[in-house]
């Protein structure tokens, strides 16, 4: 096998499902190999050869690859290729370099050194990259393109609030946070294309946050206390059920928003129940960013009725709708 990297650092030619290595003869093994270190479980006989992602021909198991699409859009080799690297989205599509460690722990057993090298060790994107990075000339390591916003629809923001002050700075706040979503703002075009993915998803989040959150003692978070067993419907689109974890939509969605300034907190309690807890870090927003998030979803209810949850994530309803589009009018009203 030779030495073939990806755009994220994967070593493709070492890969067990690159086409010249998913031979009739080892289909049963990689499906195993898979099965066990990757935690992927297809049947031999589904299993594609891929091309790898330095080609457009062939067939390839992560063609939207958003890291890869990132580094074309760039026109670098590899993401070390890159003026930024490492930005935060590259590792995202590799394993980090404990995770022999973490597929030992969960065995229970230890990973022998060719299940290491076959289904593990190419996969370390990361440390690939790190690797090459040194050897790049000066002139190498290519300044990224800038990335324009997402073409949506944003209503501006209303001039004639009649609201003192700090709510107009919180409702500004919320403005710009939802518009940020909306635009796709990001340094990095992937982190643009992960945005565009997760728009659904982050605007969902906000809303409910804004319609059934309760602020804190400290008025610094807004916190979402629930039952697994006796959730709401449109709770269970982040917290699961059947083990009280986040969807994996929702661990998207919420280190998506963290780049944005929105954290949320997951804390799991006893007898399955879980707390969502919302802060906002820019020190300019804060408090009164929370309150307006509450007050506008609020007044958007009240003149339109609460949307109706329509599951994954989406809602039905002109409330909805409308904070879909930052469309503020409503506190103008007020």
Partial sequence: MQE???????????????????????????????????????KPETLRGCTGCRTDAGFHYLKNCRVRLCARYNSAETCAHCAVFPCSEVGQVSVD????????????RTVPEDGYLA????????????????SLGEEEPVAPVQVRPLRARVDPFPENLTVDEEEARGLRAVYDLLTAILQGRAEVYARQLALKRSRKSLLAMLWIFGAYGETSGDGDHLVIARSVRDQEPDFSTFVRK?????????????????GLGAIVEHIPQPRKAWLLKLSLQSAAAGS??????????????????????????????????RFSRADMRVMAAR
Avoid at 11 to 40: K, P
Avoid at 97 to 108: A, D, F, N, S, W
Avoid at 119 to 134: S, T
């Fill in 4 to 42: 073939s990297y990806g755009r994220c650092g994967n070593n493709c030619g070492h890969c067990a499902l690159f086409a010249g290595n998913l031979t009739s003869d080892r289909r049963q093994w990689v499906a195993e190999g898979v099965g066990t270190y990757l935690n992927w479980h297809p």
């Fill in 97 to 108: 370099e404990g995770y022999r460690q973490t597929v030992e722990e969960r065995l229970g």
């Fill in 119 to 134: 289904f593990i060790e190419p996969y370390e994107g990361m440390k690939h990259l790190r690797a090459l990075r040194p």
């Fill in 242 to 258: 059947r083990d009280n974890a986040l969807h994996s939509t929702a661990v998207a969605s919420v280190a998506l928003l963290a």
């Fill in 288 to 321: 009164p960013a929370l309150r307006a998030l509450q007050r506008y979803t609020t007044a958007l209810i009240e003149e339109d009725g609460r949307p109706e949850y329509a599951g994954s994530s989406g809602y039905k309803g002109e409330a909805f709708q």
